[in-house]
């Protein structure tokens, strides 16, 4: 911002104080548009960074739960004010100096790729480095990390410097999905693209015991490790007697948005995509009913994880063909895959995950909850056989990941019911139009029944 406000004032200093000739009028009303432009932009970027944080930060009136999660969560709550203030002047800035202006598209795809295979490389190292300090056999791990850590610290310190251009180049190519995907108002995509590669805060998630629904969802700082988190888990559950669960995440859709750099391009395209359709929600009855938590989450979500997919697959068909994954097919319940007879079934986790959910919805249905969290444990061990590590599965970790609605860990029909809803759109576009619009489970029926027979009258 402040490079934009001296720039301007240094033009006017060394502009002539007599009046301007006719070839110099136009060019005079060229700058003052340029600032003009600019100013709007800014006014613009900052309202939009204030209506999504607006939407992160808002928490419910204080009550004994919310005093509870205050005391187990006091000093480390992670500061998405001043994360939001110091992202939006980056992107400002970045709006000016256009890091990636002079890349020729075959440059830009070659130096996204190459970035993220290093944002790999700098994650595999740091887990070498913490298992070498974990290992009790080590009498020296300063010594024994020594070139793993000078290596590291080179990695990170080319990260750092070539960030802003590949997050540019990356806010560009899915720019040019979107408008091609018909996402955009008077030409331009709204919100603007806007992504920092930046590791999101952890989130603390409770849930009443009796039933699966998030109650409370809190920021926490992303270095957090496992024991404390699960000492704040503990604390949270034996003081108001709920489930508590704390997770990581892969991006966070404030603005802009968070998108962890160590998963590989495919993942990050897709959430890229992910997490601009929630900046695109915000401003639509659907955003804005997610204050109200409950169904309105699993719909926001699920929409999301929809359209997040699928403009995350348009871009790398666009500029990386070659990393195209295949597309996944529906999870299933054991009773529903088909394995010949006489063979043993292989253990995958979507399938277990959703049968397991079933079963867990069925117990506390019936009032079982300690049945229901004797079964969850149980399962919890199963899936670590078989070489899925949970550090958690109780009623908060169900209402996490259940809010993502085509997902293995849930069971509401508003996945299947999103999923119709796009099958039947005639286009992403207009599944989004149709999406935004959408304030309760109520009217996700009606829009169906509208789109499966167009002659009934809404």
């Known amino acids: 911002m ?22 110099g009028q136009p060019a005079q009303a060229a700058r003052r548009r340029a600032v003009s432009r600019r100013a709007w932009l800014w006014l613009a970027a900052v309202s939009a960074a204030a209506i999504l944080l607006l939407h992160a930060a808002w928490r419910p009136p204080p009550d004994g739960l919310s005093l509870a999660i205050d005391a187990a969560t006091a000093g480390q709550r992670f500061d998405l004010t001043t994360w939001t203030l110091n992202s939006v002047a980056s992107k400002l800035g970045d709006a000016v100096d256009k890091p990636a ?16 295979e290093r944002a790999q490389q700098a994650s595999e190292l740091s887990s070498q480095i913490e298992r070498t300090y974990a290992d009790p056999a080590v009498t020296d791990a300063a010594a024994a990390t020594a070139a793993q850590r000078a290596e590291l610290a ?12 590949v997050e540019a180049i990356l806010e560009h190519q899915m720019s040019v999905i979107l408008q091609a995907e018909g996402l955009q108002r008077a030409g331009l995509v ?5 992504m920092r590669f930046n590791e999101p805060p952890q989130l603390l998630v409770v849930s009443p015991r009796d039933r699966i629904q998030r109650l409370r969802a809190v920021d926490l700082e992303p270095g957090m490790d496992s024991a404390a988190r699960a000492a704040m888990e503990q604390e949270i559950a034996q003081q108001e007697n709920v489930a508590a669960y704390v997770t990581g995440i892969g991006g966070y859709g404030v603005y802009p948005t968070m998108v962890i750099d160590r998963f590989g391009l495919p993942w990050t395209a897709d959430t890229i995509a992910h997490e601009w359709i929630h900046n695109y929600l915000a401003f639509q009855p659907l955003g804005w009913a997610m204050l109200e938590g ?17 403009l995350g697959r348009a871009l790398l068909a666009r500029y990386y063909p070659d990393l195209l994954p ?27 995950m959703r049968a397991t959910r079933l079963v867990v919805d069925e117990l506390l249905a019936g009032g079982y909850v300690e049945e229901a969290e004797a079964f969850m444990e149980a399962r919890r061990k199963t899936f670590a056989e078989h070489g899925y590590y949970l550090r958690v599965l109780n009623q908060a970790y169900f209402a996490f990941h259940g809010s993502y609605a085509t997902g293995a860990a849930a069971s509401d029909p508003i996945g299947p019911k999103l999923e119709q809803l796009r099958a039947l ?6 599944f989004l139009q149709t999406a935004a619009k959408l304030t309760s489970v109520q009217a996700l029926d009606a829009a169906l029944a509208q789109l499966e027979s167009p002659d009934t009258l809404p």
């Open 2 to 23: 402040s490079s934009i406000a001296s720039t301007g004032s240094t033009n006017h200093k060394l502009r002539p104080r007599s009046s301007p000739d006719a070839a």
């Open 101 to 116: 202006a002079e890349l020729a598209e075959a440059q830009a795809t070659q130096m996204v790729r190459a970035w993220l």
């Open 154 to 165: 080179a990695l990170r310190q080319q990260l750092s410097a070539e960030a802003s251009t």
């Open 190 to 194: 709204w919100p603007p693209v806007r």
């Open 294 to 310: 409950g169904e309105h989450v699993t719909i926001n979500e699920t929409v999301a994880s929809i359209a997040g997919e699928e």
């Open 326 to 352: 295949p597309p996944e097919p529906p999870v299933q319940t054991p009773d529903e895959a088909e394995t010949p007879l006489n063979e043993p079934q292989p253990f995958e986790f979507g399938p277990e």
């Open 425 to 430: 759109s005639p286009s992403l576009q207009a």
